[in-house]
């Protein structure tokens, strides 16, 4: 059974920081790409960033510079740093785990940037 289950989401103020982690089971992670995707309300889900099994990344252009994802193929785990958020970044977030021929999603964490 596969799981992914992300958590660290919260309230934080404009100009904060919070770090996302989704820990993965059921899957052989270090073949995955993995990647974190957002959904504001009334919007479509977007890409945020992504992790290649073979090392590259990938930002959406508003997140780049601010955001940065990692992962830990020994701990079947990948984290989003998120630093100077913004009220635009208050979104569901979502991990992701894809190969070609199939995709998983976690249960989705809220963040809030908010006064």
């Known amino acids: 059974q596969v799981q992914l289950v992300e958590s660290g989401g919260g309230l934080v103020q404009p100009g904060g920081s919070l770090r996302l982690s989704c820990a993965a089971s059921?899957?052989?992670?270090?073949?995955?790409?993995m990647g974190w995707y957002r959904q504001a309300p009334g919007q479509q889900r977007e890409l945020v960033a992504s992790f290649t099994s073979d090392g590259n990344t990938n930002y959406a252009s508003s997140v780049k510079g601010r955001f940065t994802i990692s992962r830990d193929n020994a701990r079947s785990t990948v984290w989003l740093q998120m630093n100077s958020l913004k009220p635009e970044d208050t979104a569901i977030y979502y991990c992701?785990?894809?190969?070609?021929?199939?995709?998983?999603w976690g249960q989705g964490t809220q963040v809030t940037v908010s006064f």
């Open positions: 992701n785990a894809r190969l070609p021929i199939r995709h998983y």
């Open positions: 059921g899957i052989i992670f270090r073949v995955y790409t």
